[in-house]
């Protein structure tokens, strides 16, 4: 299992922006590597939707909806994935959620969720 620690979320006005943390822990000794790390979010009554990922070599992936505008990155040495936001807009209030992939010492394939971080952007 694979523990996941986020920070820098807040209250910012429009066209401001923000640093979103994740901090990825091996919390038992079944996990062999992590993987993607990503961030998703879920405003009040939608759906969670992806944001953005970015695999361990570094290949990014962003919703139509924040690209150009954020921007993915990681620490593979501290396991942290980073969300840079710039241009934020109402809409973008959301609870950002952060994910990870990990492998077992068996091979299967896991992933893990954050607790989540509140963004709220005022027009």
């Known amino acids: 299992q694979v523990q996941l620690v986020e920070s820098g979320g807040g209250l910012v006005q429009a066209g401001g922006s923000l640093r979103l943390s994740c901090a990825a822990s091996?919390?038992?000794?079944?996990?062999?590597?992590?993987?993607?790390m990503g961030w998703y979010r879920q405003a009040p009554g939608k759906q969670r939707e992806l944001v953005a990922t970015i695999t361990g070599g570094g290949s990014t992936n962003y919703a139509d909806s924040v690209r150009g505008r954020s921007t993915i990155s990681r620490d593979n040495a501290k396991n942290t994935v980073y969300l840079q936001m710039n241009s934020l807009k109402p809409e973008d209030t959301a609870v950002y959620y952060c994910?990870?992939?990990?492998?077992?010492?068996?091979?299967?394939?896991?992933?893990?969720w954050g607790q989540g971080t509140q963004v709220t952007v005022s027009s």
């Open positions: 994910k990870a992939d990990w492998v077992s010492v068996r091979g299967v394939l896991f992933n893990d």
């Open positions: 091996a919390a038992s000794g079944s996990v062999i590597s992590i993987g993607a």
